[in-house]
């Protein structure tokens, strides 16, 4: 999927997402819950530690590709977390946001509209290269052609599960 | 000023300025300054508005510029808001990107650093152009510089004041 993502858009996106954080936090405080909205403070602390984690790979096209992929009209929501204590990785950037990308597309096609459908990814970086742990939960329609995309992905792949309410599978990437 | 605009970091400066906000409305909570906090998010809350009717201007590289000013490392702080209720305008973005642009440069050429420099813009759509009011305030060295700059503009440019505390001007720009 293609998006014109310049200052003026990227800034628009951000915003209508932060705005709802603040409203989030508002509504609670004029119901008087102080302890709630302390609680939404924290998640979204903890959410755009997640984001600096992932802004700070060296891993420009793939971090930009998951901090945008929420903007698209996919028909998931994605979320993700970068795991461990190595901070920057070696790959290349551009085959794997590129395999990313793809999969996103396909997965969409794959899946029902409008249903609870969640995508989580963890990223784990190594001495070597770095582990994805990819979560999908939600309503998948066409199984056969994603385990099909799966299994002749170039990539290492190992599936762990896939039913009709869920997909799940471990993508090493090694460093380059 | 020139910096590396792409999403990682458009976001990164975004998410910092937002994570501050955040922390200020936590910062009240936690002293059970209920009404400051909710005050503060009214003040967010509006800045986002005059963000948003900036963006909504179709002046694309004008309203980059001014969103990613406070980002570099001017020694002014620039503020905005957008007047009336004209909401789209047709002008030649490219030119009056670049005026403004030179225009900051030039003044941040002429101004003391590390003090507390403003810069106000008020924007007001109208009919045929757009009128802008600059406000400067704050500590201005070189002021006969500056004041050529402004006479030898190639633009409509009306100036008001100019000490060395203040500096104000109405620019006319005409629609394309």
């Not at 992929?69 to 085959?95: A, C, P």
């Amino acid at each position: 999927m293609e998006n014109n993502w310049d200052i003026v858009n990227v800034l628009r996106y951000a915003r209508h997402d932060w705005l709802n954080k603040i409203q989030l936090i508002k509504g609670n405080l004029s119901l008087n819950r102080l302890e709630r909205a302390q609680d939404i403070i924290d998640e979204i602390v903890m959410e755009a530690q997640q984001e600096a984690k992932l802004s700070n790979l060296q891993l420009p096209h793939f971090a930009a590709l998951l901090l945008v992929t929420n903007w698209q009209n996919y028909y998931f929501r994605l979320e993700y977390e970068v795991l461990g204590d190595i901070h920057s990785v070696k790959m290349n950037d551009n085959e794997l946001t590129e395999w990313t990308s793809s999969f996103f597309d396909f997965l969409n096609t794959c899946i029902e509209a409008f249903q609870e459908n969640h995508l989580s990814i963890s990223i784990l970086p190594e001495e070597n290269g770095v582990k994805f742990f990819f979560d999908f939960t939600g309503s998948i329609q066409k199984r056969e052609e994603l385990e099909r995309f799966i299994k002749e992905s170039n990539q290492e792949i190992m599936l762990k599960e896939l039913t009709e309410e869920e997909l799940s599978f471990e993508l090493q990437w090694g460093n380059t």
